[in-house]
C-alpha cells in the first residue's frame, strides 16, 4: 500500500476545461483547478471569495457602460439607454442629456476620449461629440467635420450636370443615382464644394453651391462625402499621434481614413504633405471590415479576418506602412473595445471562443496573438463586454448566457488563471473607473446598474445603519419577494424574504448588510494516479488534507459527505451575534473510506455564508492500494 503527500501551493493555472482531464501531463495540472466559483484569485496564487455587488439604481432598460476619465481627481460613469444619458460621479447621478442613440444601436456604438470630449459611433447613427462644459453640465451634439472625406461610389461612366455655378443649382446624374439618404450630403465637382438640399428623383436633386464652380459641362469628375446617411456612418474610432482615426463605415467597411495632424476633425487630403490627411483602404486575400482601431505602441487595426500593424515615425501620407500581422478575427455581432493589458492589446475572437493577446515581439519585430482561454475555453462563450481592472491585474469578460469569466494575468509571474462569477441575474456591461468594476444586471426582467464592493459579500446589496438598534429595515423594493440573505452587526443571520421593501430581523441591529446569496465553489482536479504501470484507477483513501487559509471566517468542505462547515480552532470565544473573527493558519480535517472513482474530487469546498474566505495552499495525503 503506497502513501503520497501532494502540496499545492497556487491555483495560477484557474480553472481547466473539462477536455483537458486526460492531461495530468500539463503545467496547468499542478496549478489549475476542476471547478472555481465565484472567486478571484490572487497574483500571487491564493484564492478568494469575490466580493458581493452593491445595488445603485435600476435602469429603463439595456444599457451600454463607458468610463470617462476627465482628469486624474474626476472621472465620471456613463450610461447610455434609450435615447438617454445619465452620468454618474460614484454612486450618485449628477447630470443627464438626450441622445440619438436607440437600444437596438448600444451593442455596436464605439466610443473614445480625448481631454472633456468623447466621441461616438455608430454604422447607422450621426457620430456624435460628448462634451463636459462643468460638473453637472453635459452635451451631445453631432460632430462638425472642417473637411470630410470623400469617396467616389458611383461607376466611372456616371457623370452629373450642375445647372449653374453658384446659390441653389439643380443636378442631373446621367444614371439612377440619387437617394433621399443624399439630402444633408456635400458631392464635390471638378474639386468644389456643394450640399445637397433635396433629392427629387433617382436622377435630379437640388444641391446649395458652397464653393462656386468651374462650369456648368457634364462631367465624370465627382465625388461624395464618405459619410452620410445614404452611404453609413463611421464604425469605430480612435486617437492616435495627434490624428483622429476613423476605421470603416457601413459602406466602406474595410478603409481607413486619419485626419490632418493636430487638426482632428480636417480629413482633406490635400497634396500629400506630411500634416495632411491620410487614407487608404485594406486589401487582401479575405474579408477586413475593421472592427476596432486602437493606438498603441504602434496604430493597430482589429478587423473581422485579421490583426493589423500601422507604422510610420511620425505617420505622414510617404511614411505610413500597413501590414498584416495575424489572421484571428475581431468579434462581428458586437463592438467589443480592445483593452490594454501591461502593453498588450486583449481583444476577443471572432469565434466567441477566445481572448486573445496581441503582443509585439522586439526580437521578431511583428506581433503574435496568444490566446489567454487555451486551457479554458469552457468558460469564454460568445463575449458581450469588457474591462480590466488594474489594481487587481482582473479582466472581467461578460459573456452572452450572463455570467462574467475573470482571467487573472500577471504575465511576469506566469499567471493566467480564469474562474466564473455567476449571480442571480445576467451581467451584461461592463466598465472599470479606477480599480472600481460597474455592471448593468438584469434581475427579475428589469436592468440594474451595480458594482463590485470589497464591503459586501451579497449581490444586489445595501447596506444600512442606525444609532439605535432596529428589527425593521426598509428601502429594498428592488429585492421585493425575493429570499434575501442578511448580515447583522457582522453575523449571519440566515435567509429572509423581502415584503413590503423591508425585511425584519430578530434581534435588532444597529447595522444590516441585504442582498441576494451567492455560492462560492472550490473543486480540485482528479488526483494524478501515475505509477510505474500506467494510469490506474486504483481504489483510492483521502487520509487527511489540510487547508492553509488566511484572514478566513467561514469555511465548509465537503469530503464526499456534503459540505460541512469547519470549526477553527481558536482562543477566545466569540459572542453570540457578534462578527465571526478571521482565522489564519492551518485546518487539518481528517477523512474516511475508500473511492474507485479517480474523477471524483478528494475535497471540495462550497459554502455560500457571506463572510470572507481565502483559500492559500491545500495538502492532502492519500493511500493507493498496490
Same mark, same amino acid.
Given at each position: ?88 460621479? +460614484? ?156 476605421? +470603416? ?22 497634396? +500629400? ?31 473581422? +479576418? ?321
Amino acid at each position: 500500500m503506497a502513501q503520497s503527500r501532494t502540496l499545492k501551493t497556487s491555483f495560477t493555472a484557474g480553472e481547466v476545461a473539462p477536455e483537458l482531464l486526460g492531461r495530468p501531463d500539463l503545467r496547468a495540472w499542478a496549478n489549475g483547478a476542476r471547478l472555481l466559483r465565484n472567486v478571484f484569485i490572487q497574483p500571487t496564487g491564493g484564492v478568494t471569495r469575490r466580493p458581493g455587488l452593491r445595488h445603485i439604481v435600476p435602469l429603463p432598460g439595456p444599457a451600454r457602460l463607458i468610463a470617462f476619465e476627465f482628469n486624474t481627481e474626476q472621472s465620471y460613469l456613463l450610461v447610455l439607454t434609450e435615447g438617454r444619458m445619465q452620468i454618474f460621479i +460614484g454612486d450618485t447621478q449628477v447630470a443627464e442629456a438626450p441622445g440619438p442613440w436607440s437600444t437596438a444601436m448600444l451593442p455596436q456604438i464605439a466610443f473614445t476620449q480625448s481631454a472633456d470630449t468623447l466621441l461616438l459611433c455608430h454604422p447607422d447613427m450621426v457620430p456624435q461629440k460628448v462634451t463636459r462644459t462643468g460638473h453637472a453640465n453635459w452635451t451631445v451634439l453631432p460632430w462638425v467635420f472642417l473637411r470630410e472625406p470623400f469617396y467616389r461610389f458611383a461607376g466611372a461612366a456616371v457623370a452629373l450636370e450642375p445647372s449653374g455655378v453658384a446659390g441653389e443649382i439643380d443636378l442631373s446624374a446621367s444614371d439612377l443615382f440619387f437617394q433621399a439618404g443624399h439630402v444633408g450630403a456635400r458631392f464635390r465637382i471638378g474639386g468644389r464644394r456643394v450640399r445637397v438640399t433635396a433629392v427629387h428623383s433617382a436622377v435630379h436633386a437640388t444641391a446649395s453651391v458652397e464653393e462656386t464652380l468651374a462650369g456648368t459641362n457634364l462631367t465624370t469628375d465627382w465625388d461624395e462625402a464618405a459619410f452620410s446617411a445614404a452611404r453609413g456612418w463611421p464604425v469605430c474610432v480612435c486617437f492616435h499621434q495627434d490624428r483622429l482615426v476613423i476605421g +470603416g463605415s457601413r459602406d466602406l467597411p474595410n478603409r481607413l481614413w486619419l485626419s490632418q495632424s493636430g487638426d482632428l476633425f480636417n480629413f482633406d487630403t490635400g497634396t +500629400g504633405l506630411d500634416d495632411q490627411g491620410i487614407e487608404f483602404g485594406l486589401v487582401s486575400d479575405q474579408v477586413n471590415a475593421i472592427r476596432g482601431v486602437f493606438s498603441g505602441q504602434h496604430l493597430q487595426v482589429f478587423t473581422s +479576418g485579421a490583426e493589423w500593424m500601422v507604422t510610420g515615425t511620425p505617420l505622414t501620407p510617404s511614411s505610413i506602412q500597413l501590414n498584416r500581422q495575424t489572421r484571428v478575427g475581431s468579434l462581428v455581432g458586437r463592438m467589443l473595445p480592445p483593452v490594454d493589458v501591461d502593453g498588450s492589446t486583449i481583444f476577443a475572437a471572432r469565434s466567441g471562443r477566445g481572448i486573445f493577446e496581441f503582443t509585439y515581439t522586439d526580437l521578431q519585430q511583428l506581433y503574435q496573438a496568444n490566446d489567454l482561454a487555451l486551457a479554458a475555453q469552457h468558460l469564454v462563450r460568445e463575449p458581450v463586454a469588457m474591462c480590466y481592472d488594474q489594481t487587481r491585474r482582473l479582466l472581467h469578460v461578460a459573456m452572452a448566457d450572463g455570467t462574467l469569466a475573470t482571467l487573472t494575468l500577471y504575465r511576469a509571474e506566469q499567471v493566467t488563471a480564469w474562474t466564473r462569477q455567476e449571480t442571480a441575474g445576467a451581467i451584461r456591461a461592463l466598465a472599470e473607473i479606477e480599480g472600481t468594476v460597474w455592471a448593468t444586471v438584469e434581475r427579475g426582467g428589469t436592468t440594474r446598474l451595480e458594482r463590485f464592493d470589497d464591503a459586501l459579500a451579497l449581490d444586489a446589496a445595501l447596506t444600512g445603519s442606525a444609532a439605535v438598534p432596529q428589527d425593521r429595515w426598509t428601502g429594498l423594493g428592488h429585492l421585493e419577494g425575493s429570499s434575501v440573505g442578511v448580515l447583522a452587526n457582522g453575523a449571519p443571520r440566515g435567509s429572509a424574504t423581502v415584503a413590503g421593501g423591508a425585511v425584519t430581523v430578530d434581534p435588532p441591529a444597529g447595522s444590516v448588510q441585504v442582498g441576494l446569496a451567492f455560492r462560492h465553489v472550490v473543486e480540485p482536479l482528479p488526483p494524478d494516479l501515475a505509477t510505474a504501470l500506467g494510469v490506474r484507477a486504483a481504489p483510492l483513501r483521502l487520509v487527511s488534507v489540510t487547508f492553509r487559509v488566511l484572514e478566513t471566517a467561514a469555511l465548509a468542505v465537503d469530503l464526499g459527505r456534503g459540505p460541512a462547515p469547519v470549526p477553527f480552532r481558536r482562543l477566545d470565544t466569540p459572542l453570540l451575534d457578534a462578527p465571526p473573527p478571521r482565522f489564519t493558519g492551518d485546518v487539518r480535517l481528517r477523512a474516511l473510506g475508500w473511492q474507485r472513482d479517480a474523477l471524483r474530487p478528494l475535497w471540495r469546498i462550497e459554502d455560500d455564508t457571506p463572510l470572507p474566505m481565502t483559500l492559500l495552499s491545500v495538502t492532502t495525503e492519500t493511500r493507493i492500494t498496490d
